[in-house]
């Protein structure tokens, strides 16, 4: 296949997204010299794993200048074709992601080169068109293939065993510790992170979600586990329906920084050595980024991404190890840790996790789903709320309230 036919596929399927003019795209990220000699590509998960977006893997055969010939595995994201549509926002969705890979990145490693939790960029647009800001069918962000390097997701349904969650989790406080650390340094350019990052990618709606809620309090709450408590978690779902709107409100304060926004499970890819045990982590998928208190993410991952051994009985001993390596990052960063005190962080995770409650229990209902080819992301409650609760749901969601209850985190508790 020739560099100027880079329009169509080797093992072209409808199914397959098509990614337009790959080789315009690579130049400009790579090197102007490129040349595109030949690709194809394929789905890279199964229909319903992803829960927004359109995943693809690409082996590319491409030349540099006179070098020789050489092999780049990537991973296309873009968005649903051929009509189908989401209630996500894609130009939101897909600018945030562009800004954490080409500017954000790039501020964190001037404050600390080591920093390496991104999958390696090779290019992200918007549209082809110069005279159009976007267009839904050119948007693509374009990034390396972990998985030919031996990175991989863990069980979404099991969740993580102590090791991996602790690695992740100190990786995380690594993160958080330095967007803490650029708004101090860098109010200029932090400012800057709050107009690009404080929007909210997905259509919701307070009505819609009041439904949501009142469905998950009634279909947790006939377990008898949670029954005893239905009058406050229902009342603690209804006083978060504007959960959502919260992302496009930048925060100030000590502990404001960037968050991720959606750390779970199939977001975080693990190389393992060979007994098993985390060596490295990468984040990706950065669509619910935002500017907000750090801690925002730490309840999230503890109930929908650590397995129901360590959510119930290890959650004080990863809290531990987040507020060691933070304060270790800040402290590396010569920043003043005055406002960063034990007794100021458990507070400030206590107002932070209330809000995240209506955000764990309706994304552990996601997450325990079977993959489903009909997944359909227009109508959330049909796809998820009229169908039967698994056990697994009802294990999951009891372990994220008693950790609730156990940490203080209601505020009616």
Not at 96 to 119: C, H, N, Q, R, Y
Not at 147 to 160: L, P, S
Not at 197 to 207: A, D, G, K, S
Not at 341 to 356: C, I, M, V, Y
Request: hydrophobic share 35%; aromatic share 10%.
């Amino acid at each position: 296949m020739s560099s100027t036919d880079d329009n169509r596929q080797n093992n072209a399927s409808e199914s397959v997204a098509v990614i337009k003019d790959l080789e315009s795209l690579l130049r400009e990220h790579v090197d102007p010299r490129l040349r595109l000699l030949d690709f194809t590509s394929d789905n890279l998960l199964p229909d319903g794993e992803n829960y927004s977006s359109i995943i693809v893997k690409i082996e590319a055969s491409v030349r540099i200048g006179d070098d020789r010939e050489e092999n780049l595995s990537l991973v296309a994201k873009t968005v649903p074709q051929g009509g189908h549509k989401t209630q996500v926002k894609t130009v939101i969705s897909f600018s945030k992601e562009i800004f954490i890979f080409e500017s954000l990145m790039p501020a964190f490693k001037g404050l600390d080169p080591t920093i390496d939790v991104l999958p390696k960029f090779y290019g992200g647009r918007l549209t082809l068109d110069e005279e159009s800001e976007h267009n839904d069918e050119d948007i693509v962000l374009l990034m390396e293939n972990l998985k030919t390097k031996g990175y991989h997701t863990k069980d979404r349904k099991q969740g993580f065993d102590y090791a991996h969650a602790e690695f992740a989790i100190r990786e995380l406080a690594k993160w958080h510790g330095l967007s803490i650390a650029l708004r101090q340094k860098n109010d200029e350019f932090f400012a800057r992170c709050r107009r690009e990052l404080c929007r909210f990618p997905y259509e919701l709606q307070v009505t819609s979600m009041s439904d949501l809620a009142e469905h998950i309090a009634r279909d947790i709450c006939a377990d008898e586990r949670m029954a005893p408590h239905k009058e406050l978690i229902s009342r603690e779902l209804q006083a978060n329906l504007r959960w959502n709107e919260s992302i496009e409100r930048p925060e100030e304060g000590p502990w404001a920084g960037i968050t991720h926004g959606d750390f779970w499970v199939n977001n975080i890819m693990y190389l393992d050595d060979e007994n098993g045990q985390p060596k490295d982590v990468k984040f990706v998928d950065f669509q619910m980024v935002s500017a907000l208190s750090v801690l925002r993410d730490l309840p999230y991952f503890l109930c929908t991404s650590c397995s129901m051994e360590v959510l119930r009985n290890r959650v004080d001993e990863l809290l531990d190890s987040y507020y060691e390596t933070l304060v270790e990052t800040l402290e590396g960063q010569r920043c003043d840790l005055a406002d960063f005190t034990r007794a100021s962080f458990d507070e400030q995770l206590r107002q932070d996790a209330n809000p995240e409650f209506i955000h764990c229990l309706m994304s552990l209902k996601f997450f325990t789903l079977e993959v489903d080819d009909d997944l359909d992301l227009m109508d959330v409650k049909s796809t998820l709320f009229d169908k039967q609760s698994s056990s697994l749901y009802l294990d999951r969601s009891w372990e994220a309230v008693r950790a609730y209850f156990h940490k203080k985190w209601l505020l009616d508790c």
